[in-house]
């Protein structure tokens, strides 16, 4: 399946089929089956992303109306390639358990990263060129979107209830362990979940909800089947970035109202009312993240750190005993090597002493892989974003911008990026057009 999917991509490349390299990579934010393997798994998006560079190079004259944001973008290249060369070739961090995969270890784990931020970067000024220059518009993504959500939601029910996951183990692949969990075209239940709140906000933004109601129901109701703790903070997240950003007085109202609830009466005492639709596990993981209710790892553990899952809590950890490496961080997505020392004896990271992953957390992810140094770059990137989609008339590019910005802070992936560029394309759009009107 991998291998006529990459095939299908190179085509609709080489055919400049934008509309269908869209719908794939957009797809594929929602669906993290749609993989190819090259080098390692990664993303429909960021195997895009390396075959649109051409196409990218090519439009370079759009890419001028970009110039508040080129300048950090280009640093930050530079600073993960001296990162790399620093932590990956000249110094690198030794694998002391010896059980890591060559792309695990210093070398090819930061090579690797280095390529993905390029694709990542490719994939966004791709993004931003079909839809500024209409060939994509928001219709056609608020179509591919409610597509997403019921083919999702479709095959999350059908095969969990009905088929025992073959959809998923005959097109593409199926952990035995997760049988009993809704996971739609997704690997896990909590990128499913993730899948489903980053829907609902799309739709608040992109849609009307006078008559796309049925469709955040529907979200609504796989963020429950999907029994995420993760995709429940974002949601949570989605709706503080509602009540902020939108002016609908309703809308204002709903969103406040439901976080009332979540404030003023007793979280756990909801929650522990709401057994049947929520799991033991995921009330404990929410309970953590709102409550700080667990275990010190070290002694005088900072009280913040106990709201973070476990990769990110050892970075953290990490840094704190380590401070001397917080300027510059220690190398791209290598964080995983010097904190794995730092493994409590309770998990079942402990029995091999290591760690493979890295923070989830964009401000944690980009810490450890570039420093203090680095999230400067990137809040100089975000702030120039959002001054340029800011100029724009319409409100709903901006929340997609902080929609973009909000995953990210759950999960940092080339999602971030993606959504990002949608607003900016889209709003870069409409401001020409005004433009080209006013001066006709």
Known sequence: MELVLGIFLVWATVFSKHRILFFVTFFSLFADVLRINVVGSMLSAHFVGFLVLPFVFQNRAYLRELKLIRTPLFILIILYLVSFFYFGVFDPWIDISGLRSWGQQSFGRSLISISRLISEISIFLYIYLI??????????????????????????????????????????????????????????PKVFGRSMSLTIALLIALGRLDKDWPYVMVAAIGLVLSNSASAFVMLFMFLVAVVLLRKNLVLKILMVSMLVVFFFIDFK?????????????????????????????????????????????????????????????????????????????????????????????????????????????????????????SLSVKQDYIFIFYTGIIFGMVFFSVHTLYIIAIALGASVKDMNSVVNYERG
Request: no cysteine; aromatic share 14%; net charge positive.
């Open 131 to 188: 839809i500024r220059t209409g060939k994509v518009d928001k219709d056609l993504i608020l179509k591919y979107l409610k597509i997403m959500l019921v083919v999702g939601f479709v095959v999350a029910v059908l095969d969990r209830m009905v088929l025992g996951h073959r959809i998923v183990e005959t097109l593409f692949y199926f952990r035995a362990d997760l049988a009993n969990r809704f996971i739609g075209l997704n690997g896990e």
């Open 269 to 389: 005492l909801i929650i522990s009312n709401l057994s049947f639709l929520y799991s033991k596990e995921t009330v404990r993981k929410i309970e953590k993240v709102v409550y700080s209710e667990d275990q010190e790892w070290i002694e005088n553990e900072p009280f913040l750190f106990k709201k973070f899952d476990i990769f990110d809590r050892l970075a953290l950890i990490f840094f704190k005993e380590s401070p001397e490496y917080l300027a510059f961080g220690v190398g791209p997505n290598l964080v995983h090597i010097p904190s794995s020392k730092y493994i409590p004896k309770h998990s079942i990271f402990y029995t091999e002493k290591r760690i493979d992953s890295v923070p989830n957390n964009m401000i944690v992810n980009q810490l450890s892989s570039v420093g203090i140094i680095g999230l400067i770059i990137w809040a100089w990137f975000f702030f120039r974003t959002n001054k340029i989609i």
